[in-house]
């Protein structure tokens, strides 16, 4: 049987916090990523062949 209260504790918070914030040099080492992705999509607006979702 459970009684009103007399078990309950107060939620213990992480020591250390689920999310960070990147530092520079991780965001640098990222960077390249990115720059390919935008290439990408840069081709693939360009791209207008039988499946780029025009019609005709």
């Given amino acids: 049987r459970a009684t009103r209260g007399q078990g309950r504790k ?4 992480p020591v250390t916090p689920p999310f960070r914030v990147a ?3 991780e965001i640098a080492a990222l960077q390249p990523v990115w720059g390919r ?20």
């Fill in 23 to 25: 530092t520079d040099e």
């Fill in 37 to 56: 992705a935008s290439q990408r999509q840069a081709t693939a607006d360009t791209d207008r062949g039988p499946d780029s979702g025009e019609r005709r």
């Fill in 10 to 13: 107060a939620f213990q918070a």
